[in-house]
């Protein structure tokens, strides 16, 4: 149990040396996260409507 404590202890001091960013900082780091999932979102829908459409020709 001793040990656990202690493991306790010495990761409450090493976060407290952690350089956490500003919410600002986390705010834009969020919104170019989602900015470039739904891109890519997009991206990949409009390639896979396209090969839906040329499949489609093509089985006709």
Do not use: C
């Not at 306790?8 to 976060?15: G, I, M, P, Q, V």
């Not at 991206?43 to 040329?54: E, K």
């Amino acid at each position: 149990m001793n040990k656990f404590i202690n493991y306790l202890k010495e990761s409450k001091e090493e976060l407290k040396k952690v350089s956490w960013p500003t919410r600002q900082t986390t705010i834009n780091h969020t919104l170019v996260v989602i900015g470039v999932s739904l891109a890519v979102a997009i991206f990949l829908g409009g390639i896979d409507f396209l090969l839906s459409l040329a499949l489609q020709v093509f089985i006709k």
